[in-house]
């Protein structure tokens, strides 16, 4: 599902990552972990093609992301769910829609929009709080919206970065459930974290970071 | 449906939503550019009107020939056989002194009670020439001149002469719209473009959302443009409104001095004022796509 080869980010002077290579199967569970700075969160913003200046090679599917031209960014990003620490929901909008807007942007039918949202926020756990803004939400139901909204689309790929960082330990272990689901469902999960609890807690496949260097 | 044909429902809602969110800041807009379309339609209505008292006045190219006092009948009909004959003329009506202070008294309407006082009709008989309209309008100093040099007549007005007047006054305000509506289109189109640009700037969160989302660039900046037709849509119809309320206004409330009936003015027609209401909305658009055109966000 994905593949870097040799990949080096810089900024300016600054190295995120240097000599990159990895490799994630489709269906697998990894984490990439690493303490603050390891270049985590720059491997994702590379799959997303949030970053698209970089050394190397990077295949996400079958999209070579070097050569992929911008028109086709945002089918790239469509076929991706992202959950990110800060669960990035909109204020001013309602459970229901931050969810429903993935489905929008896929040009999915309103009557069909209704019926999956409500699938999908049941499947989080986040039935009956349709209506409620996410700010009147605890840290944990934010980040099920968030997850909700991620696999809303039924993505091949799901990225996650330190999903779990604001939330305590009970809450982590609830959304690493959730994320084993959604890969149980079918898609390929690959989430940063810089946890010894979860890496701990879990035997999934970890490619571990240090200063921008794969070390295991 | 097909994908891009659902989209449209959520363009509206997300722009209408839009509109709602930043209320006070659209309302601002939507007044100054109401404004300075009110400003564009006023030359146009001012135009409109000027122009159709041009063609009116010249239309049929007529002259009034005031006769000399006391003329004896035969002298006044002697008169008016020689009038006749003018090249060029096709009809040549009397108008008494009665008749001339009759119309007066009709034209003065409940103030006629000025003239009871009058010991002698001051008006003079006159005879109204009509001309043939493709008359040759180089020809008509000469005319005046042979008309003037008949004997038992007074003085000749001619309509041509504040006519010509008139065009000029017409030429005057269209250029002076052109100019104006240059300059207005260029504000409303700032003006736009500084509302939307500061509803981007305040939502780039959202944008960065969207398009990490795999929102494709039109998907995001179409509810903005929209947003921008929608605020010079709303402008252009307050203006034509403050326009028809003007037009009422001067229309029913103006009365020159003496009761004589001013001309009628005419509201634009259909036509402009769509245009009117559709300029709005076409500046709305290139305010907003200008706005757009530096991105924001991811």
């Given at each position: 599902?994905?593949?870097?080869?040799?990949?080096?980010?810089?900024?300016?002077?600054?190295?995120?990552?240097?000599?990159?290579?990895?490799?994630?199967?489709?269906?697998?569970?990894?984490f990439?972990?690493?303490?603050?700075?390891?270049?985590?969160?720059?491997?994702?913003?590379?799959?997303?093609?949030?970053?698209?200046?970089?050394?190397?090679?990077?295949?996400?599917?079958?999209?070579?992301?070097?050569?992929?031209p911008?028109?086709?960014?945002?089918?790239?990003?469509?076929?991706?769910?992202?959950?990110?620490q800060?669960?990035?929901?909109?204020?001013s909008?309602?459970?229901?829609?931050n969810?429903a807007?993935?489905?929008?942007?896929?040009?999915?039918?309103?009557?069909?929009?209704?019926?999956?949202?409500?699938?999908?926020?049941k499947?989080?756990?986040?039935?009956?709080?349709?209506?409620?803004?996410?700010?009147?939400?605890?840290?944990?139901e934010?980040?099920?919206?968030?997850?909700?909204?991620a696999?809303?689309?039924?993505?091949a790929?799901?990225?996650?970065?330190?999903?779990t960082?604001?939330?305590?330990?009970?809450?982590?272990?609830?959304?690493?459930?959730?994320?084993?689901?959604?890969?149980?469902?079918?898609?390929?999960?690959?989430?940063?974290t810089?946890?010894?609890?979860?890496?701990?807690?879990?035997?999934?496949?970890?490619?571990?970071?240090?200063?921008?260097?794969?070390?295991? | 449906?097909?994908?891009?044909?659902?989209?449209?429902?959520?363009?509206?809602?997300?722009?209408?939503?839009?509109?709602?969110?930043?209320?006070?800041?659209?309302?601002?807009?939507?007044l100054?550019?109401?404004?300075?379309?009110?400003?564009?339609?006023?030359?146009?209505?001012?135009?409109?009107?000027?122009?159709?008292?041009?063609?009116?006045?010249?239309?049929?190219?007529?002259?009034?020939?005031?006769?000399k006092?006391?003329?004896?009948?035969?002298d006044?009909?002697?008169?008016?056989?020689?009038?006749?004959e003018?090249?060029?003329?096709?009809?040549?009506?009397?108008?008494?002194?009665?008749?001339?202070l009759?119309?007066?008294?009709?034209?003065?309407?409940?103030?006629?009670?000025?003239?009871?006082?009058?010991?002698?009709?001051?008006l003079?008989?006159?005879?109204?020439?009509?001309?043939?309209?493709?008359?040759?309008?180089?020809?008509?100093?000469?005319?005046?001149?042979?008309?003037?040099?008949?004997?038992?007549?007074?003085?000749?007005s001619?309509?041509?002469d504040?006519?010509?007047?008139?065009?000029?006054l017409?030429?005057?305000?269209?250029?002076?719209?052109?100019?104006?509506?240059?300059?207005?289109?260029?504000?409303?189109?700032?003006?736009?473009?500084?509302?939307?640009?500061?509803?981007?700037?305040?939502?780039?969160?959202?944008?960065?959302?969207?398009?990490?989302?795999?929102?494709?660039?039109?998907?995001?900046?179409?509810p903005?443009?929209?947003?921008?037709?929608?605020?010079g849509?709303?402008?252009?119809?307050?203006?034509?409104?403050g326009?028809?309320?003007?037009?009422?206004?001067?229309?029913?409330?103006?009365?020159?001095?003496?009761?004589l009936?001013?001309?009628r003015?005419?509201f634009?027609?259909?036509?402009?004022?769509?245009?009117?209401?559709?300029?709005?909305?076409?500046?709305?658009?290139?305010?907003?796509?200008?706005?757009?055109?530096?991105?924001?966000?991811?």
């Amino acid at each position: 599902m994905i593949r870097m080869f040799n990949v080096t980010k810089r900024y300016g002077g600054h190295i995120a990552l240097q000599g990159v290579t990895l490799e994630v199967e489709t269906g697998e569970m990894v984490f990439v972990a690493g303490p603050s700075g390891a270049g985590k969160s720059t491997v994702i913003r590379l799959i997303t093609a949030e970053e698209r200046e970089f050394e190397g090679q990077i295949l996400v599917g079958r999209q070579n992301l070097r050569r992929m031209p911008a028109r086709l960014i945002p089918a790239l990003r469509r076929s991706i769910g992202v959950v990110f620490q800060d669960f990035k929901l909109l204020p001013s909008r309602t459970v229901f829609q931050n969810v429903a807007l993935r489905l929008e942007i896929d040009g999915v039918p309103s009557a069909v929009v209704g019926k999956k949202v409500r699938h999908v926020l049941k499947r989080v756990g986040l039935s009956g709080r349709e209506n409620a803004f996410p700010l009147e939400l605890s840290g944990g139901e934010q980040q099920r919206v968030a997850i909700a909204r991620a696999i809303a689309g039924d993505p091949a790929l799901v990225l996650a970065d330190e999903p779990t960082g604001n939330l305590d330990l009970d809450l982590t272990m609830d959304i690493l459930e959730l994320l084993e689901e959604v890969n149980a469902s079918g898609a390929t999960v690959m989430m940063a974290t810089h946890s010894r609890d979860i890496l701990e807690s879990r035997d999934h496949r970890v490619i571990r970071l240090e200063q921008g260097r794969v070390v295991s | 449906m097909s994908r891009f044909a659902r989209w449209p429902v959520y363009y509206l809602k997300t722009a209408l939503e839009g509109l709602r969110r930043n209320l006070a800041l659209n309302l601002v807009a939507v007044l100054t550019i109401g404004l300075a379309l009110m400003i564009l339609g006023a030359f146009a209505f001012l135009h409109v009107n000027l122009e159709r008292v041009v063609v009116s006045s010249t239309q049929a190219l007529s002259f009034s020939i005031y006769l000399k006092d006391g003329l004896a009948p035969r002298d006044i009909e002697e008169t008016r056989r020689k009038v006749s004959e003018i090249p060029g003329a096709r009809s040549v009506t009397l108008v008494t002194k009665e008749q001339a202070l009759a119309d007066l008294r009709n034209r003065l309407g409940n103030q006629s009670g000025l003239l009871d006082g009058l010991d002698e009709n001051p008006l003079p008989a006159s005879l109204e020439l009509i001309l043939a309209p493709d008359l040759d309008r180089r020809r008509l100093p000469e005319l005046t001149a042979r008309l003037s040099a008949l004997p038992g007549v007074d003085d000749v007005s001619f309509a041509w002469d504040w006519a010509d007047k008139l065009k000029a006054l017409v030429r005057f305000v269209n250029v002076g719209g052109l100019v104006m509506g240059g300059l207005l289109f260029l504000a409303i189109v700032f003006i736009i473009a500084g509302t939307i640009r500061l509803t981007v700037v305040a939502r780039r969160d959202e944008l960065y959302i969207l398009r990490l989302m795999g929102a494709t660039e039109s998907f995001v900046r179409t509810p903005f443009i929209l947003e921008g037709v929608f605020q010079g849509l709303l402008g252009g119809l307050l203006a034509l409104s403050g326009l028809a309320s003007g037009h009422l206004m001067l229309a029913t409330q103006i009365q020159l001095p003496l009761g004589l009936s001013l001309i009628r003015l005419v509201f634009l027609p259909l036509s402009w004022s769509l245009g009117l209401v559709l300029v709005g909305g076409l500046l709305g658009f290139l305010g907003s796509f200008l706005s757009l055109s530096r991105r924001v966000g991811l």
